[in-house]
């Protein structure tokens, strides 16, 4: 029994750690091209990352029973990969960014 929660724990730690780094990745690339399908990518990811680790805390923190527990993370898994789908087949330009504000200084730039 031991052995399956220190499992669970260090699998638990290994997806929060490479779900937030793709999630942060892939806001940074959303900030820089203001791509919808980028911003959407961003959200499917973070929605698996925030499944997994929900539904993994809720049976060993909460002690809620397994098969609640991992029906809440069904239930983000399948939405995070209903907008990852999205990601992949929205269309459109890029949005482009605002100009940035300039202080002080000649209006002719």
């Not at 399908?37 to 997994?52: D, E, N």
């Given at each position: 029994?031991?052995?399956?929660?220190?499992?669970?724990v260090?699998?638990?730690?290994?997806?929060?750690?490479?779900?937030?780094?793709?999630?942060?990745?892939?806001?940074?690339?959303?900030?820089?091209?203001?791509?919808?399908?980028?911003?959407?990518?961003?959200?499917?990811?973070?929605?698996?990352?925030?499944?997994?680790?929900?539904?993994g805390?809720?049976?060993?923190?909460?002690?809620?029973?397994?098969?609640?527990?991992?029906?809440?993370?069904?239930?983000?898994?399948?939405?995070?990969?209903?907008?990852?789908?999205?990601?992949?087949?929205?269309?459109?330009?890029?949005?482009?960014?605002?100009?940035?504000?300039?202080?002080?200084?000649?209006?002719n730039?």
């Open positions: 029994m031991l052995e399956q929660t220190l499992l669970l260090v699998t638990k730690a290994t997806t929060l750690t490479f779900g937030t780094l793709l999630t942060y990745f892939s806001y940074r690339a959303y900030r820089r091209t203001h791509s919808g399908s980028l911003r959407a990518l961003t959200v499917g990811i973070g929605l698996v990352t925030v499944g997994a680790i929900l539904g805390g809720l049976h060993q923190l909460a002690d809620l029973p397994l098969r609640l527990s991992v029906s809440v993370q069904s239930v983000f898994t399948a939405l995070g990969f209903a907008v990852l789908t999205y990601s992949l087949y929205t269309e459109g330009k890029p949005q482009q960014a605002p100009e940035p504000v300039r202080r002080g200084g000649s209006q730039g």
